[in-house]
C-alpha cells in the first residue's frame, strides 16, 4: 500500500497502481492503520500478514533500485523510506506487546512468521539466532547505513554547490541556440529536483540508522521485560523464560532488520548511482566487462594462485576460465558494434549533419522588428489583430515614402514571461521599450496642464514622455468634449511602436536592404553605385554612409543623389564623417523642405558664446578634418541646462524647427543635444537651402 503510493508520486509507479481517484484514499486508511498498531492490539495473522508486507515492500524496493536509469527516477524513494520504517516500526511495538503479553505459550506465541523466523534462522538455538541478529545489526548500521549517509551528504552538498554552474551552462546553450526554450526549462525543472532529491536523501537515511537502533533497543527489552513477565508472572523456570522470550525477541529482530537491511542496501544503490545512467546491472557490468586487458590479467592472477601450494585449483581455473570468456565476449561484440557504427555512420551522417544545420540555422533567426505580448494583453488584442495589422501596413508604406526603404515587417509572439498586461518592443532580439497597458481604459494626455476631474491613474506616455492618466473608457465623450486629446490602447502601442522604429532606422538598414535599393535604382546609377563601391568605397561603406543620415532622421529617398554627391568627393576623401557632411549639404533642399512649415524655416540659433565653446573644443588633424571634441565637464553641463530650456519652450509650442550652428562644430552639437531631445535637428549655416524663407526664434545663450 506504501509502495503504490509512494511509487505514484514518482517516475515509475503510474502502471503499478491502482488507476482512478481512490488512491489517496487508500494511503490515507494505510497510514492510519500504522499508527492505529502504534496503541491498539492486533490479533496475530494480522501481525504476519504486517510483517510479510513489510518484507515484500522492502524487496520490492530493492528491485525498483537496481532497474531505474537514474536517481531522480525514483525522487519519491524518500517518502517510501519514511512509510516503510514506520511500518516495520509499528509492527515491532505490536509484536513487543504480544510476545510481553502471551510469550508464555511457546515460539508461535508471536505468530508464525516470528517463529519461522526463530526456527529456520537460529536452527533452534537463541545463541545462534542473536549473534545473526547482532552482526546483522553491526552490518546495517555501521557499513551500508553509514556510507549511504554520508554519500547522501556529500552529494547534496556538491549538487548544490553545482546548481549555479549548471544554470549557467543552460543559459549559454539557449543562447547559443543549442537548445530551445522548452529544453532549457526541462533542465531547469530536472536540476531543480535533483538538488530537492539529494537533500532528501541526506535527511531520509537517517530514518535507517533510527530503525536499526530501535530495533537492537527494542529486542533487548523484549528479552529482558520477556524474562522478567515470564519468571514473575507465569512461573516459569529463569532458564524456560530466557529460552522462549530470547527465541521470540531475537526473531522479531531478524523479521525486521531482514527488511531493514534490504531497504539500506536499496538506498545505498540509490545514492551511490550518482550521475551514472542505465540500471545497475548495466551500469556494473557494462563498466566491468568493458576491459578485456583487465579480465585477461585477472585471469593470469586466478590460475597463478591455483597452482599454489595447498590451495584448490578447481575453484581457481573456473572463474579464470569465466574471466576469459568474458573478455572474448566483449571484444568481439565491440567489433561488431563498431563495424555497424561506422556503416550507419557513413549511410546517416549527411542527413544527420543537414538537419543540424537547418536545426541550428533556424534558431538563430531572430525577427528584425518583434512585438510581444504578455499573455493577459495578447487575449485582449486578439480580436483587434486585423485592425493592427492594416494600421502597421499603413505605418510601414509611410515609412517608406518618408525615409526611401522599406522597414521589416512587425513579427507579433506572445510571452509568458513578461508582466500580463505588458508589450515590449524588440529589435534584432533585444528589448527596446516596453509599457504596461490598462485593458478596456482610456489614455488621456495630460501635459503640463490640469488633468481631468475624473477618476483615473497617472502614468506616461510611453512614445514620447507627455504626462497623461488612465481612466475608463465611459468618459471619452466628454473628455473630447472638454478639449482633452484621448488616445486608446491600440493607438497608444502602434504610436509608441512608430517612434521606436524611427529611432532604430539605422540600425533596421541591413547590407541586403542597401543592395536592394541600389538594385531598384535607373541602369546609370546602378553603374555608378557600382563603380563607386568598386573603386572608391565598398558597399558597406556606402551602408554606413545611409545609416548616418537615417540616425539623424534624414530620409535617403533620394539615392540619385546621394551617390552623385559622393561620387563628388569619393576620389579626394575615404573618411566617412566627411562624405556625410558633403552630401548633407547637397542635400539641403530636401532637409530644410522636410523640416519647414508652410515654406518657413523655425531655426534655434547657438548664441557667441557656444560657438566659440565649440570651436574651440574640436581637435582637428594636419589635414583640417575634425578628429575629436574636448570639452571641459562643467561647460558641457552648463550647455546642457541653457539648451534644455530653450528646446522645451519652443517644444511646448507645438513648433517644428532646427537648431542651426557653424560647419566645424555641427556634428559635436549634435551628439550633446541628440541625448537631451533626440528629435530636433542639427543644421549647419551651409545646409540652408537658398530661397528658403528663414525665421530664427530664439537663440542658446
Known sequence: MASDVALKNGHLGDGLVPSGRGRDVIFACGIVFILAILFLPIPTFLIDIGLT?????????????????????????????LVATMLRLSLNIATTRTILADGHEGVNAAGYVIGGFSRFVMGGDFVIGLTVFLILIVVNFVVITKGSTRIAEVGARFTLDAIPGKQMSID?????????DREAQARRRELEEESSFFGSMDGASKFVRGDAVAG????????????????????????????????????????????????????????????????????????MGAYPKALQIAAALLVVLGLMPGLPFMPFAIWAGVCVAVARAETSRRAKEEAAQAQGTEEEEPDIDEERRNAVRSSLDTAEI??????????????????????MTRMRQKFARTYGFVVPEVHITEDLDIDPKSYAIKIHGTSVASHELRPDDL??????????????????????????????????????????????????????LSEVIRTNLPQ?????????????????????????????????????????????????????LILESIAEIAPQVRRTETLVEHVRMRMAQQMCGDIAVKGVLHVLRLGERWDKVFHD??????????????????????????????????????????????PDARTTVRMVMERLHPNVPVLSHVEIARGIDVQVIGSIS
Not at 466 to 484: C, H, K
Not at 633 to 656: C, S, T
Request: net charge negative.
Open 443 to 496: 489614455l488621456v494626455l495630460v501635459g503640463d496642464g490640469d488633468p481631468p476631474d475624473l477618476p483615473g491613474e497617472p502614468t506616461t506616455e510611453p512614445a514620447f514622455g507627455i504626462s497623461a492618466i488612465y481612466t475608463s473608457n465611459a468618459f471619452r465623450d466628454e473628455l473630447l468634449q472638454t478639449g482633452f486629446k484621448v488616445a486608446d490602447n491600440v493607438s497608444v502601442l502602434l504610436t509608441h
Open 172 to 180: 549559454a546553450d539557449l543562447s547559443a541556440g543549442i537548445i530551445d
Open 617 to 662: 573644443s574640436v581637435t582637428r588633424d594636419a589635414s583640417g578634418d575634425v578628429v575629436g571634441f574636448d570639452m571641459e565637464p562643467k561647460q558641457l553641463e552648463e550647455f546642457g541646462k541653457d539648451a534644455a530650456v530653450k528646446l522645451d519652450e519652443q517644444i511646448k509650442k507645438g513648433r517644428n524647427f532646427a537648431v542651426v550652428t557653424t
Open 370 to 391: 518583434e512585438l510581444v505580448y504578455g499573455q493577459h494583453l495578447a487575449r485582449h488584442l486578439a480580436k483587434k489583430q486585423d485592425e493592427i495589422a492594416h494600421r
Open 508 to 560: 533596421l538598414l541591413s547590407y541586403k536592404d542597401t543592395k536592394t535599393l541600389v538594385a531598384g535604382l535607373d541602369p546609370d546609377y546602378q553603374k555608378l553605385a557600382d563603380e563607386l563601391c568598386t573603386t572608391h568605397l565598398s558597399y558597406p561603406a556606402l551602408q554606413a554612409i545611409l545609416r548616418l543620415l537615417l540616425s539623424e532622421r534624414v530620409s535617403i529617398r533620394n539615392l540619385n
Open 53 to 81: 508486507l513489510s518484507i515484500a515492500l522492502s524487496v520490492l524496493i530493492l528491485m525498483v533500485s537496481l532497474w531505474i536509469a537514474r536517481p531522480l527516477d525514483f525522487s519519491s524513494f524518500p517518502t517510501i523510506l
Open 216 to 287: 537492537l533497543i527494542i529486542t533487548a527489552i523484549n528479552i529482558i521485560g520477556g524474562i522478567v513477565i515470564g519468571t514473575t508472572r507465569h512461573n516459569m523456570e529463569l532458564v524456560e523464560a530466557v529460552d522462549v522470550f530470547t527465541k521470540l525477541s531475537v526473531g522479531d529482530g531478524l523479521v525486521s532488520q531482514i527488511p531493514a537491511l534490504v531497504v539500506s542496501l536499496a538506498a545505498g544503490l540509490l545514492v551511490s548511482k550518482g550521475g551514472t545512467r542505465g540500471s545497475a546491472d548495466q551500469a556494473v557490468f557494462n563498466q
